[in-house]
């Protein structure tokens, strides 16, 4: 267990009421587990976590999860619409259970369950990289590829298009532009006194920590379950 700024809780906020996938948080993934139980994995495996905590408001979320190794030692009552920011429901579950247990954490780890292919590895590499450099607040990205947001466009009720960024069209060449991130719900940083006091891991001083698309993908819809099951297809051929 890395204990250079410990001790480290991982939060893992889990909501039962998801809409495009209904429960998507413990839908079988392409191994056949709960996605959730893919993220406790990674977190319990990480070797830098000491408690991993699921906040839940569903009962069926909080067994799978206390099967799968993760604290839940109570069920969510706030944070729990769509309107609420996860980082408040993260902070509530960090308020609640160092009320409940008595202990106190000085870096808490968010961690969405619904990337399931962002591992062990990727939360241990970023929580190092996190204790390196001077931040408040470490956020997991992807780089943008050949999905470049340069080459953005709206379209409005005519179906004429308009470029967003129109010089980065015109006038620049494709690897001449600036090269954008992304943040991920993968993995984010904070300690625990800057969490508190800004509400929010959009922390004055945040940084962007980059991982593999592939470990970045955030599974909202079913289109991305597909891509993000190929992907896991794939990386199983190369072990």
């Known amino acids: 267990m890395v204990k250079e700024n410990g001790p480290v809780i991982g939060i893992i906020p889990a909501r039962g009421g998801s809409k495009r996938i209904y429960k998507k948080n413990i839908i079988p993934f392409a191994d056949g587990t709960p996605m959730i139980c893919r993220t406790i994995k990674a977190a319990l ?22 099967k799968a190794g993760a604290e839940v030692p109570f069920l969510r009552t706030s944070a729990k619409d769509d309107f609420a920011p996860v980082s408040e429901a993260t902070l509530s579950a960090l308020n609640e259970y160092e009320q409940l247990t008595g202990k106190t954490f000085n870096t808490v780890i968010q961690l969405m369950a619904n990337c399931p292919l962002r ?12 204790l390196k450099k001077p931040s408040l607040s470490s956020i997991s990205s992807f780089k943008f590829g050949w999905m470049n947001p340069w080459w953005s466009h709206k379209i409005n009720e ?31 940083i904070s ?31 079913l289109e991305d379950l597909e891509m993000a099951e190929a992907i896991w297809h794939i990386q199983q051929t190369k072990k």
């Open 158 to 188: 005519e179906g004429i298009a308009k470029a967003v960024f129109p010089k980065s069209i015109r006038f620049k060449r494709s690897q001449d532009l600036e090269t954008l991130f992304c943040p991920t719900g993968a993995t984010w």
């Open 191 to 221: 300690d625990t006194k800057h969490l508190r006091k800004f509400k929010s891991f959009y922390t004055p001083r945040y940084r962007f920590f980059p991982i593999s698309w592939q470990s970045a993908i955030d599974i909202d819809d």
């Open 45 to 66: 495996e990480s070797g830098v976590i000491d408690t991993v905590l699921v906040s839940t408001d569903d009962e069926e979320i909080a067994e799978i999860s206390r």
């Open 119 to 130: 591992n062990s590895q990727d939360i241990k590499d970023q929580y190092l990289d996190f």
